[in-house]
C-alpha cells in the first residue's frame, strides 16, 4: 500500500507561481505512474496532470498546458508540480495520486475511471484577483 502526502498549497495572487510536492511510501516510487488532480467546490474530481514511473513521458489537461509543468524525483520519493500564470479558476483542493497497479501507465492514471488510484489528503490552493 502505497500513502502519499501534498504539500505547498497557498494563497496566492493571479498571475503567480507555486510548486507542490507530493512524497510517496510504502511501495517502490518509481515502479508507478504518478499524477495530480483537483477538485473546485461543487465540482468533480478532474486530472491535471500524470507522469511515467520514469520521467519520460507526462500528460497535460488542456486547461493547464503551458502553465503547469509535473516533474518526479525517483531518489527522493517525490512528486512536483510547478504552476506557472495561476488563475483565479485554478483554485481548488490538489490531490497527488498513485498508480494502484504499476500496469497503469500515466495516461490511463489521467484519463480513466476505472484504474485505482492511491489518494493523498489534498492541499489547498486558492487565488485571488
Known amino acids: 500500500q502505497m500513502q502519499v502526502a501534498e504539500s505547498g498549497g497557498d494563497s496566492v495572487q493571479a498571475g503567480g507561481s507555486l510548486k507542490l510536492s507530493c512524497t510517496a511510501s510504502?511501495?517502490?516510487?518509481?515502479?508507478?505512474?504518478m499524477g495530480w488532480f483537483r477538485q473546485a467546490p461543487g465540482k468533480e474530481r478532474e486530472a491535471m496532470s500524470c507522469?511515467?514511473?520514469?520521467?519520460?513521458?507526462?500528460y497535460y489537461a488542456d486547461s493547464v498546458k503551458g502553465r503547469f509543468t509535473i516533474s518526479r524525483d525517483n531518489a527522493k520519493n517525490t512528486l512536483y508540480l510547478q504552476m506557472h500564470s495561476l488563475k483565479v479558476e485554478d483554485t481548488a483542493m490538489y490531490y497527488c495520486?498513485?498508480?494502484?497497479?504499476?500496469?497503469?501507465?500515466?495516461?490511463?492514471?489521467?484519463?480513466?475511471?476505472?484504474?485505482?488510484?492511491?489518494w493523498g489528503q489534498g492541499t489547498q490552493v486558492t487565488v485571488s484577483s
Open positions: 510504502g511501495l517502490r516510487f518509481d515502479d508507478y505512474a
Open positions: 495520486a498513485a498508480a494502484f497497479s504499476r500496469y497503469d501507465n500515466e495516461y490511463a492514471l489521467c484519463t480513466r475511471g476505472d484504474v485505482r488510484r492511491h
Open positions: 507522469i511515467s514511473w520514469s520521467g519520460d513521458r507526462t
